[in-house]
């Protein structure tokens, strides 16, 4: 069941508005967006409801045609975007996405747009999010900047001379599934090992802390967290409450990701790194070696020169925004 569509706007004016759907592994948010990055109505169902797409876009028709009339009926809108795991931007296809139910190649672009008979264009989730980011974020004004996004995994997107880097067949940006460690850690949806998702991502913090404590023989407060319990937000509560393992967790998370991010500063020359997701929250915890790897680890002329920073996207908001970012771009 849909949750309660919710309006931050109670007067809506005759200016054209964009849908935003983004799809992610266990719930699919939705809303329309003004274009200065109000978020006028939204609501979110489960992906995982149904075996087959079709049923799927039914169930979206009928909670987001619900919202399109509320924002003033389908001649309002100016198009639909989607952000989907594996979604490609050329084709508007999702191809072999591990996390949603539907397998194989998936036309979404086009199932979703004979639907709603609104132009529809879909990208994956963490280019959603860089484009978002650009039109409504800590990038705004920005022509050259990465985005990374921690969360259960480690998303990305890389804008060059104002253009999101999609590369020859859409896939472009898979900074996640770099190889920072080699024989490293092994990657359980990839089937290979050291990848920097393997280590950055919340999934990763929960490893190494397993490790760690498995390994270690140091007094922590961890310990007294059954071993399926344990995440990242364990560790960093134990952090603040000042537990030298959970510290020495995410100093190692930061080393790490610091050291990915110098690779990938040499590669693009951004002028900031943009990392969003839920391990932010630990704030200097991970930032602080992060920032140092990077810069320990990048060659003079790039040193001191690229900012890291957080996005200023408000979380609950974030998808839906990056998606409708993409309507903005559509050739009217």
């Known amino acids: 069941m849909a949750k309660a569509a919710s309006s931050s706007s109670s007067s809506l004016s005759f200016e054209p ?5 983004d799809i992610g592994g266990t719930g699919t948010k939705f809303g329309i ?3 200065n990055g109000n978020v006028l109505f939204s609501s979110e169902i489960s992906t995982r409801g149904h075996s087959q797409v079709e049923g799927f876009i039914d169930e979206l028709y009928n909670h987001l045609h619900t919202l399109i009339e509320k924002a003033g009926g389908t001649g309002r809108m100016r198009g639909i975007g989607v952000g989907a795991p594996n979604g490609n931007y050329y084709s508007g296809t999702v191809e072999y996405a591990p996390n949603l139910p539907w397998r194989g190649i998936i036309p979404l672009a086009k199932l979703i747009q004979n639907k709603f008979q609104l132009p529809t264009i879909l990208t994956n989730d963490a280019n959603a999010a860089a484009i978002g980011e650009m039109m409504y974020g800590a990038a705004k004004g920005m022509k050259d900047f990465i985005m990374i996004t921690l969360g259960t995994g480690v998303g990305s997107g890389i804008v060059a001379n104002g253009k999101l880097i999609y590369g020859h067949d859409g896939f472009a940006g898979e900074l996640g599934h770099t190889i920072i460690i080699p024989k490293g850690r092994y990657h359980e ?9 393997s280590y950055a991502s919340a999934t990763g913090v929960k490893l190494t802390a397993i490790e760690m404590l498995e390994k270690s023989e140091e007094a922590s407060m961890l310990r007294d967290t059954p071993k399926e319990r344990l995440d990242s937000r ?3 509560e134990a952090a603040i409450a000042g537990d030298k393992l959970a510290k020495e967790i995410f100093d190692f998370t930061g080393e790490i990701l610091g050291l990915a991010l110098a690779n990938f500063v ?7 790194v943009i990392l969003f997701g839920g391990l932010t929250k630990a704030g200097d915890l991970i930032l602080k070696p992060t920032r140092e790897s990077m810069e320990n680890n990048l060659i003079q002329v790039f040193q001191n020169k690229v900012k890291i920073l957080v996005s200023h996207l408000k979380e609950s908001d974030a998808a839906i925004l990056g998606a409708s970012a993409l309507v903005w771009d559509m050739k009217a």
Do not use: N
Not at 17 to 21: D, K, N, S
Not at 189 to 197: A, D, F
């Open 17 to 21: 508005l964009a849908i935003g759907i």
């Open 33 to 35: 967006v003004d274009r």
């Open 189 to 197: 949806g990839t089937g290979k090992y050291g990848s920097l998702e």
């Open 234 to 236: 364990r560790v960093y």
């Open 266 to 272: 040499m590669f693009s020359s951004p002028e900031a």
